[in-house]
């Protein structure tokens, strides 16, 4: 149970309260499927390539949402806000797939990996967590809308 009294922990470990001067993390609720970015709220599709899809196109077209900030492409939280691992899938062959247990968005919703990776009629947004390669080994995944903007932020050696 977690603790109403400072220091405030849960499961045994810290907790933190913190503060953000943007409005990012309040755009998407995942849990009741809304983008509350809009008056009034719009109601998204349960599924999540329509969310992923939802998100991306803020991302991409919505000049209220600060790209350097990284936002999550489920959440719109900033990195390290919600951080995101992959790992490599069983065999020789294994692609990248999601670590659940290890990331961290408060609005995780599941999705198979290569699917989404592939932009399809169904699925037409191909934004996924993707592992940078300029980062070292065992840093948190980039959605791949971010990675132009990561890149110029944290790998200016980079041309």
């Given at each position: 149970?977690?603790?109403?009294?400072?220091?405030?922990?849960?499961?045994?470990?810290?907790?933190?309260?913190?503060?953000?001067?943007?409005?990012?993390?309040?755009?998407?609720?995942?849990?009741?499927?809304?983008?509350?970015?809009?008056?009034?709220?719009?109601?998204?599709?349960?599924?999540?390539?329509?969310?992923?899809?939802?998100?991306?196109?803020?991302?991409?077209?919505?000049?209220?949402?600060?790209?350097?900030?990284?936002?999550?492409?489920?959440?719109?939280?900033?990195?390290?806000?919600?951080?995101?691992?992959?790992?490599?899938?069983?065999?020789?062959?294994?692609?990248?797939?999601?670590?659940?247990?290890?990331?961290?968005?408060?609005?995780?919703?599941?999705?198979?990996?290569?699917?989404?990776?592939?932009?399809?009629?169904?699925?037409?947004?191909?934004?996924?967590?993707?592992?940078?390669?300029?980062?070292?080994?065992?840093?948190?995944?980039?959605w791949k809308y971010?990675?132009?903007?990561?890149?110029?932020?944290?790998?200016?050696?980079?041309?």
């Amino acid at each position: 149970m977690p603790s109403v009294h400072f220091p405030y922990c849960h499961l045994g470990k810290a907790c933190f309260v913190c503060e953000h001067d943007g409005k990012e993390c309040e755009v998407i609720d995942a849990a009741v499927r809304m983008c509350t970015h809009y008056q009034p709220c719009i109601h998204l599709d349960k599924s999540t390539p329509c969310v992923l899809k939802h998100v991306g196109a803020h991302i991409m077209f919505d000049n209220s949402i600060d790209n350097d900030l990284e936002p999550c492409s489920l959440c719109l939280c900033p990195a390290p806000v919600c951080s995101w691992y992959l790992h490599k899938g069983k065999g020789s062959n294994g692609g990248y797939q999601v670590n659940w247990k290890k990331s961290t968005c408060a609005n995780k919703l599941k999705f198979n990996y290569n699917v989404a990776a592939a932009a399809s009629e169904m699925s037409p947004c191909s934004n996924v967590p993707i592992q940078c390669k300029y980062c070292p080994d065992g840093a948190p995944a980039v959605w791949k809308y971010n990675m132009i903007v990561h890149i110029q932020n944290h790998h200016r050696h980079v041309s």
